[in-house]
């Protein structure tokens, strides 16, 4: 056992019960102050993300749900660029999928980055929200900006085997 097998081991020694028993790292640690040192670090750092604790959800989550439910269900019908939007979006099927990387890929380099994301989720607002649910929207943007990323990741995957080019850039 040296040095760069026992630093190797040591995160296995704290966080799995099948290695923690063994005697060689635990041996070379006995006789190594480097690797001592390195697994006491280790330890620091464990027990500092013991201490972290997931944020409570807002107390409000449930009312600024249930307003913008309310503003959804008032909203005037949706017109055609809304409702092909929502297809696109929300379409699992592999038909759309190549055409929606292909028009998020040029809205990126249109847009330079998140802007053009954003800005495509709400060309025309018809509604103005209240103040109160426009971080929920901002949160619902994100998390779509994001949603689509991962589709045009999974995407890419299988393009390679397909008949469908890769783009050059
Ligand atoms: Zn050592």
Redesign the pocket.
């Known amino acids: 056992m040296n040095?760069k097998t026992?630093q190797n081991a040591l995160p296995d020694l704290l966080l799995n019960p099948a290695v923690a028993e063994d005697s060689a790292v635990w041996g070379?640690i006995a006789s190594?102050p480097?690797?001592a040192q390195e697994l006491a670090t280790l330890q620091a750092t464990l027990s500092l993300l013991d201490l972290w604790k997931a944020p409570e959800i807002s107390p409000y989550f449930d009312q600024k749900l249930a307003v913008r439910l309310r503003e959804a269900q008032d909203e005037p019908a949706a017109g055609w660029f809304e409702r092909l939007k929502t297809r696109l979006q929300l379409n699992t099927g592999r038909r759309f999928r190549p055409a929606l990387a292909g028009a998020m890929s040029l809205l990126l380099l249109v847009g330079g980055g998140s802007y053009g994301v954003v800005s495509f989720q709400h060309p025309q607002q018809v509604v103005q929200p209240s103040a109160a649910v426009k971080d929920l929207q901002l949160l619902d943007k994100n998390e779509q900006a994001l949603q689509q990323m991962d589709q045009m990741l999974q995407e890419d995957a299988p393009a390679a085997d397909a008949d469908t080019p890769l783009p050059q850039s």
């Open positions: 040095c026992c070379h190594c480097a690797c």
